[in-house]
């Protein structure tokens, strides 16, 4: 079992920055991908970002995020993060993230690829 935890999340203006953490604990392994995910109300679930630590911290975005959101790790605190800036009201949504065992070279962009989840961290942001 992994466990994952985020935090960080909070009301923003428009222009604005957050970082968002996901500590993880329990079974975690160095096959595992790391991807942070958002639901805004009535829309489905949909990939933001996604680390790799096989793939030597390989990160990918999602368009909207590129240039604007960056994705990192610190092994020692097994923690990633999500640094957001210039925030936008359409980035308003819950934020997860979420791990799974992977051995494939690519990062897994959909929810039903992962097996572990945070209960995810609000972000609301304003205009």
């Known amino acids: 079992q992994v466990q994952l935890v985020e935090s960080g999340g909070g009301l923003v203006q428009a222009g604005g920055s957050l970082r968002l953490s996901c500590v993880a604990s329990g079974r975690t392994f160095g096959n595992n991908v790391m991807g942070w995910f958002r639901q805004a109300p009535g829309k489905e679930r949909e990939f933001v970002a996604g680390?790799?630590?096989?793939?030597?911290?390989?990160?990918i975005y999602t368009g909207s995020a590129k240039g604007r959101f960056t994705m990192s790790s610190d092994n020692a605190k097994n923690t990633v993060y999500l640094q957001m800036n210039s925030l936008k009201p359409e980035d308003t949504a819950g934020y997860y993230c979420?791990?799974?065992?992977?051995?494939?070279?690519?990062?897994?962009?959909?929810?039903?690829?992962?097996?572990?989840w945070g209960q995810g961290t609000q972000v609301t942001v304003s205009s």
């Open positions: 979420a791990t799974v065992r992977w051995f494939r070279p690519n990062i897994p962009r959909t929810p039903g690829q992962y097996e572990y």
């Open positions: 680390l790799s630590w096989s793939a030597g911290l390989s990160t």
